[in-house]
């Protein structure tokens, strides 16, 4: 039975790992999954309208994407090392984004920087910028250089962390980086801990078995 700790190994069945981190990888694909396919039920029923289901449908894929939302948050502090072991079975993350061809992943990061960038420039057209069009620019200047960092810097074995928050939310999390940014922080400290946690013990091994190089 698979359960929450995780077991320490280059890879495992994607069954096997943490629970929340499942959840949270389910929970987003879900809410986008539910509207998609009542859109095709109502295609099929001759687009018949029933006034309580689009109500329903944003109910349902908003509390998906609220699980999804805390359940990252806890897997990206509680087991922020997972980003470095690989689903031997291949989890819907690696399966269907990072498997992708180089010009498919440079294109949606494109997009996500274009997005950013929009974000960043729409409230400033007129020349004034209200108390909350500053928020939006702030926030999307954090998801802008977020993104520059993915595309120039990133790289999944030196950034742990980073990995398992865009397994957790297949990626889209990037536009929500800027509210996990206390989780990272956490789960970066927790990592470097456990790294340094890591390396005493094999120093105090070789010292205890008499091993040097």
């Known amino acids: 039975m698979p359960t929450d700790e995780p ?4 890879s495992k ?10 959840i949270a990888q389910r929970s987003v694909v879900v809410a986008i999954l539910i509207p998609i396919i009542l859109r095709a039920l109502l295609r099929q029923r001759g687009k018949v309208k029933i006034p309580w289901m689009q109500f329903a449908v ?26 470095l072991v690989d689903a031997a079975d291949g989890d819907l993350f690696s399966k269907h984004i990072e498997s992708k061809k180089k010009w498919v992943r440079v294109a949606g990061i494109l997009i996500c ?7 960043i420039l729409v409230p400033m ?20 250089l977020f993104v520059i ?4 810097y990133y790289d999944r074995i030196d950034h742990p962390t980073i990995a398992t928050f865009l397994r957790c939310s297949m990626g889209l999390g990037i536009f929500l980086f800027p509210l996990f940014i206390p989780a990272i922080i ?28």
């Open 149 to 152: 960092f993915l595309m120039f």
């Open 125 to 144: 057209g007129d020349g004034q910028v209200a108390g909350w069009e500053w928020l939006v620019i702030f926030y999307s200047s954090a998801v802008f």
């Open 186 to 213: 956490i789960g970066s400290m927790r990592v470097n801990t456990l790294l340094d946690e890591a390396i005493m013990k094999m120093e105090a091994e070789k010292k205890r078995t008499g091993f040097s190089e």
């Open 58 to 83: 944003g109910a349902a894929s908003g509390v998906c994407v609220a699980v999804g939302f805390f359940a990252t948050y806890y897997a990206v502090i509680r087991y922020p090392y997972m980003g």
């Open 113 to 119: 920087l274009a997005i950013a960038s929009a974000g």
């Open 13 to 22: 069945m994607f069954g096997e790992f943490p629970l929340s981190i499942r």
């Open 7 to 10: 077991a320490i190994g280059n």
